[in-house]
Every structure is written in C-alpha cells, then in structure tokens.
C-alpha cells in the first residue's frame, strides 16, 4: 500500500475531529443564547454536525485500525 492511502485512511479522523470541534461551538451557542431564533439552528446544527463527527471518525478508526493492525 503506498503513503498516499494511508494518508487517505488518516484524512477522515482529522476531519471528524474538526467537525467534532465545529459542532461544540454551535453547542456553545445554544447554551449561551437568550434568543430562541438563535437557539434553535444552533441546537439543529449541533445534532447534525455531532452525528457527522462520530461518522467520520468511526469509518477513520475502522479504517486505520483495519490497515495497521490487520
């Protein structure tokens, strides 16, 4: 297997971890909010990112796992 699938294989967990990130500052947002207009796409935000995040950083984990101790 060459560099550039590995780095294929890391790429999803750097992403998941960024989206990771991303969805604990809408997060953030909904708990610090008093406007429910802003209350309530920062919830729906976070649900979508978090679901995308533990996605991404599964299908990553499975993958480099699957590569380096398979």
Partial sequence: MTVWQVYLFIL???LGIM???AS???LFAYL???DNA???PAF???KRL???AF???SMGLFMTFRYFWG
């Fill in 32 to 34: 610090m909010s008093d």
């Fill in 19 to 21: 989206t990771l990130a």
């Fill in 44 to 46: 729906n935000w976070f």
């Fill in 24 to 26: 604990l500052l809408c």
């Fill in 50 to 52: 978090i679901i995308v």
């Fill in 38 to 40: 802003t209350r309530l």
């Fill in 55 to 57: 996605l991404l950083l």
């Fill in 12 to 14: 999803p967990i750097g």
